[in-house]
């Protein structure tokens, strides 16, 4: 999530947010990441892997993105989600190439952002606190759900749903690095306490989970 106007500079400028291209940009980002994740599945032929890797990617990215939006949206700004087509080609090259030399993808997620226009100038810093750890938050909590639910389910459904519930946590805690642009770095900003407090929640899911 990035107020407006984004740090990839010229990226966010040549077109307008719309519906339209926000779909289009969520879908392409999406499949993209997919194929990132689920780089070893397409080499070795195993839809299964690939099929877990979409269901990932919807939870772990979708969800986080959408999160941003409505959080921001529900506060009255204008956000929508842009993708960054260069990382994006960028990533699932690096996925691809990496699965095929050594048997296992290194995903360098860099797919886009939630870009936030606030209403007023400077922005409410609360606002924005609340846009930047809702991203993160959703994240633990699809993440936490879905590891418990996987202990009531039978194999391999359970297997399943433990991997991406575990893949939600781990994105949950990597977006609270507090560094930027991560959010981490923007809820530290405005507040200490609850940056710790979820950065808590994370370490203590990853490692319990």
Do not use: C
Not at 1 to 18: E, I, K, Q
Not at 55 to 63: I, L, N, W
Not at 153 to 166: H, K, S, T
Not at 169 to 190: E, S, T
Request: no cysteine; glycine share 8%.
């Amino acid at each position: 999530m990035y107020p407006y106007p984004s740090p990839y500079g010229r990226w966010a400028r040549p077109r307008r947010l719309t519906p339209w291209n926000e779909t289009l940009d969520l879908l392409t980002s999406w499949a993209a990441l997919t194929i990132a994740f689920g780089a070893s599945g397409i080499i070795k032929g195993d839809l299964t892997r690939l099929g877990v890797a979409a269901a990932a990617v919807a939870t772990a990215f979708v969800g986080h993105e959408l999160a941003h939006r409505y959080v921001a949206r529900h506060y009255g700004m204008a956000a929508a989600y842009k993708a960054n087509y260069s990382f994006l080609a960028f990533t699932v090259a690096i996925a691809l190439i990496t699965a095929k030399s050594f048997g296992t993808p290194f995903v360098f997620a860099a797919p886009g952002a939630v870009v936030v226009m606030p209403l007023f100038t400077p922005p409410n810093p609360r606002y924005m606190m609340l846009v930047a750890a809702a991203g993160p938050a959703t994240n633990l909590g699809i993440g936490a759900a879905l590891a418990v639910a996987s202990k009531a389910m039978p194999p391999p459904i359970g297997a399943y749903l433990y991997v991406i519930g575990n893949i939600n946590i781990w994105i949950g805690l990597f977006n609270l690095i507090p560094v930027p642009p991560l959010d981490g770095w923007q809820i530290m900003r405005a507040s200490i306490t609850t940056w710790a407090s979820l950065m808590a929640i994370a370490v203590a899911l990853f490692v319990a989970l």
